[in-house]
């Protein structure tokens, strides 16, 4: 595959997004794109996080995984004390440092937790959420609520809740958020910024399907952990726009189109290895791809962006997607279909589900 980063500036457009016959929108072809074709480059996430476990080895700005190179891990890193991100080369640091702390603007961790006693009474029902109590209100209401509890706390150091016992997955989510909440500050300081072009901006974002209810309505305890991680951001990040996190607003907007429009920062292993997952990422402009079970796009990571690509000859008005499970010969509808509704929340519409579907119908008829 060729090296190219971007295409938009080079071809004119081959898409268009559009709504789709079974709801919401999808992306169209809107002349035939033979096989190989580059459609779409995504040459930057908006919000990226390489999981903490892999930071040594995953390059902060490049996703170079150091296992490819031949080393264990990289050894040049910010200049920042404490925690620390990792590069592959120094220009890849200084292209980092150039995007986070723009204008000196700084974000830090500015104090530790310094206690585990737990969350406010307050928020402790959000811990015993069941399916039933799950609604657009009751979300909206527990965060209101958070936003009551840590304001009040804000006021008066002597009267802090303490803090709860993060997950390693909920850190890497706050390292996530943050990515975004420095995105967006960094574009509003600075709007001609090259990350505005190759990221997108704050409102793309914003249109991108919300996520929230959907999953909070399939696992209750994801509402309390997100206010986790907003309350962990809250209290021991110091960001210079500090507005940004004053209210839940803007985290819960990166928290609601977390799930379900990211993509797995994957090691570039050849497609017959087996690839590890280093991380996830927020691609604006990928995420309007819907799945089908017989894909006529396939990704392929380029650097710290993704690159969409057509396996075959597509017609003009034929639907562009990827897969989002393992749709192989032998991956059953049944599975395929559990594994969508379970962990993407939709019954797939695709045309290889409806006809496989009708033959075990037939089957089971006959039978
Ligand atoms: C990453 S978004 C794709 C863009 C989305 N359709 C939109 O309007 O923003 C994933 C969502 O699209 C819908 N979707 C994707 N593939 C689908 C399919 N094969 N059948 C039904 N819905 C699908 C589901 O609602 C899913 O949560």
Redesign the pocket.
Known sequence: MGAVEHIDDVVPPQYEIRA?R?????VFALRPIPKDTLVLACAAPYASVVFRKFKREVCGWCFAYSFESGKNKWSIRNGDGGGGTWFCMDECRESWKIVTQANKRKVSCDRKPSSNSGASPMLEHLDNLKEGDVTPEAISHGWKVAEKVFFEEAKSVAGSWGVEVMSEFEMDTVRFVLNGLITRAIQEISPSTSSAATAGVWDDLLS??D?EY?LIRSKPYILASRIRIYGFIKRFVQLARSELVSTPETVRAILARDH??VFGIWDTAPDDEESEMLGWGLYVSG???????SPNLKKRRHKRGINFYTTHDVNADEEL?IS?VDVCPGASVINRKTA?END???????AR?ARESNVEIDLCIRD
């Open positions: 789709t079974y709801g919401g929108r999808g991108l399907q996520n959907a379900g429009n995420s309007y791809f819907n799945h089908d079970c997607c989002y969508l993407w929340f939709f019954v797939c519409q695709c589900c």
